[in-house]
């Protein structure tokens, strides 16, 4: 079965860190783009990063600078890490997988929730 | 960054209206406008690619239509499955972004 598995979401208090993974299935990351993507409670959706295929990494301005996104090949597995933590990165966060042909986000992870608070 | 605005914020329903969501992009991205579902506590379905571009799996009441700056999601015959909150996205430059959503209650 083709999927994607987020886990590490947690409460985690202000200033901290988080680290989360995205774990596929069913097909090899390294041909696809792959995206983070949160919600916070209640909200709509925000897109925080884009590893390409390539290996070219973006970022959106709200975590640049405090967020590193990695991909290991033999764990077919992406991952996120965020420092300086604040209650509004509170949020359930998705990964996401463009296809072969185009750029939409074809296939969603079931979601973390990260809990930031005292 | 390119900013969607979607109409409207909520649409209270009932089964088998014809339901027209709108998104409109701060400047024209062409055709690279992507529609999904979200149902309560599950991640979001891609319903419509590239404006107009039909899912395998997804029925064939949800179309999609527009081009440039105005883009629109349609639902014929509505069904209380659908009920879900629905999300616009541009795909043509980074930052990519999303509308801010609409909740589609069925009554």
């Known amino acids: 079965e083709v999927h994607l598995v987020e886990s590490g979401g947690g409460l985690i208090q202000p200033g901290g860190s988080l680290r989360l993974s995205c774990a596929a299935s069913?097909?090899?990351?390294?041909?696809?783009?792959l995206n983070w993507v949160r919600q916070a409670p209640g909200k709509g959706l925000e897109w925080i990063s884009y590893?390409?295929?390539?290996?070219?990494?973006y970022y959106a301005d709200s975590v640049k600078g405090r967020s590193t996104v990695s991909r290991d090949n033999v764990k077919n597995s992406l991952y996120l890490h965020m420092n300086s933590l604040t209650v509004d990165d509170s949020a359930v966060y998705f990964c996401?997988?463009?296809?072969?042909?185009?750029?939409?986000?074809?296939?969603w992870g079931q979601g973390t929730m990260v809990t930031v608070s005292s | 960054e390119i900013v969607l605005t979607q109409s409207p914020d909520f649409q209270s329903v009932t089964p088998k209206e014809k339901v027209t969501i709108t998104c409109r992009a701060s400047?024209?991205?062409?055709?690279?406008l992507h529609w999904y579902q979200q149902k309560p506590h599950q991640s979001p379905k891609l319903l419509i690619k590239?404006?107009?571009q039909s899912i395998s799996g997804v029925p064939s009441r949800f179309s999609g239509s527009g081009s440039g700056t105005d883009f629109t999601l349609t639902i014929n015959s509505l069904e209380a499955e659908d009920a879900a909150a629905y999300y616009c996205?541009?795909?043509?430059?980074?930052?990519?972004?999303f509308g801010q959503g609409t909740k589609l209650e069925i009554k």
């Open positions: 996401a997988r463009d296809s072969l042909e185009d750029d939409a986000f074809h296939m």
């Open positions: 400047q024209s991205i062409g055709f690279a």
């Open positions: 590239y404006a107009s």
């Open positions: 996205h541009q795909s043509i430059s980074l930052p990519v972004t």
């Open positions: 590893f390409t295929t390539s290996g070219t990494i």
């Open positions: 069913g097909f090899n990351l390294t041909n696809y783009g």
